[in-house]
Structures are given as C-alpha cells and as structure tokens.
T-cell receptor
C-alpha cells in the first residue's frame, strides 16, 4: 500500500545551520505531498504542500520539491532557528485520507 | 476563528474504566478525523467521518473503541473498557469540504494515561 518513509531522528543542529530532512514515498498514481510540523504540546499543522511533479512547496523559509523520478520530497531550510525545534511529518494523500510518516524530531541549539 | 477544540486536554484513569474524548471541529468543515499518537507507532488514523457518516474505521479496535458524530459540530471517541496500552495522545482534526485529503486542521490533543 501507499506509504511514507522519512529519516529517523532526532536531528540536532546549531542555529543558522542548513537543514535537510529526507522523505521518500511509495504510492500508486500521483498523490499530493505534504510536510506537517508539530510544535511541543500542540497538534500538527500544515507547513507546505506540492500537488504535482516538479512543484515546489514553500513556507516560513522551508522548501520541498516533488521529485517523481526519485519518489522524494525532502524538506530543506537554509538557516534554521531555535524556534524551528519541532517534529516534522512527511505525508501523502490517498482517497480522503492523509498518510503520515513516523516523524523526525529536530533540535536546534542556540 | 476558533480552531478544533478537544476536551479534556489530559485524562488519567484506571484500567477498566470508560473514557470519553470530545471534539468540536471548525465550523463549516465536513470531514472529521480521529488519530492516536504514540512513540512506538507514530500517528495512526483510527476513524474518519464525512458529513457525519463514518467513512473508514478500519484503524479502530472495535471491541473497545467507538466513535460517533451526532451532529456537524460534535464528535466523541469512547474507550470501554480502557487498557494501559491505550495510553497515548489522541488528536481530532477537521477539513473543509473537498479538502479531506489536502489540508487537515488539528486540535491540541488529549493526553490519555491508563493506569
């Protein structure tokens, strides 16, 4: 069935470092792809999305490009901040549902 | 505009007791989802509704879990009897018409501990 695999965490970086969180997917057809973020003590919230191949989603300095040839949707940010510390979930949609990866915890050190 | 509202925020109960979790979706949203989050399993979809009708409950242990949506602004997830393995954070999420598979708005969650 459809699934999402993302790199295991935790990922620990210093402030202003470059961030990459890898995500690959398995799906029939061409689903939309998402990154959701969960800040401590809160529910998930949509960070960005891409609905077709070669689309780039972006928000708050984060970017991810829908790569059909490598079935990937890696999350990147050029300069992370302490406030970016959170759990990041890669996801895809199927029917009326969203299928989430297991999440990657990100720690940013000041 | 109020987001998804869940209550209680925290619940501690003893094994065998009944637990009821409540959710109020965002007004106008017609999709409602219940998820369970644990360290081991991650985020699991238990059940979801569209226009108050159950669309898929294949992720929900039906011997002890039940979910209802009596009206468009209220849903419950009931566990009876509760077991320690039910300890988790339970999230409710809602989506606007036509966006069930695009954008979901999550509530703050209910942290359940079953002793």
């Amino acid at each position: 069935g459809d699934s999402v695999t993302q790199m295991e965490g935790p990922v620990t970086l210093s402030e202003e470092a470059f961030l990459t969180i890898n995500c690959t997917y398995t799906a029939t057809g061409y689903p939309s792809l998402f990154w959701y973020v969960q800040y401590p003590g809160e529910g998930l919230q949509l960070l960005l999305k891409a609905t077709k191949a070669d689309d780039k989603g972006s928000n708050k300095g984060f970017e991810a490009t829908y790569r059909k040839e490598t079935t990937s949707f890696h999350l990147e940010k050029g300069s992370v901040q302490v406030s970016d510390s959170a759990v990041y979930f890669c996801a895809l949609n199927r029917d009326d549902k969203i299928i989430f990866g297991k999440g990657t915890r990100l720690h940013i050190l000041p | 505009d109020a987001g998804v509202i869940q209550s209680p925020r925290h619940e501690v109960t003893e094994m065998g007791q009944e637990v009821t979790l409540r959710c109020k979706p965002i007004s106008g949203h017609d999709y409602l989802f219940w998820y369970r989050q644990t360290m081991m399993q991650g985020l699991e979809l238990l059940v979801y509704f569209n226009n108050k009708a159950v669309m898929d409950d294949s992720g929900m242990p039906k011997d002890r879990f039940s979910a209802k949506m009596p009206n468009a602004s209220f849903s419950t997830l009931k566990i009876q009897p509760s077991e320690p393995r039910d300890s988790a954070v339970y999230f409710c999420a809602s989506s606007p018409p036509g966006e069930g598979k695009e954008t979901q708005y999550f509530g703050p969650g209910t942290r359940l501990l079953v002793l």
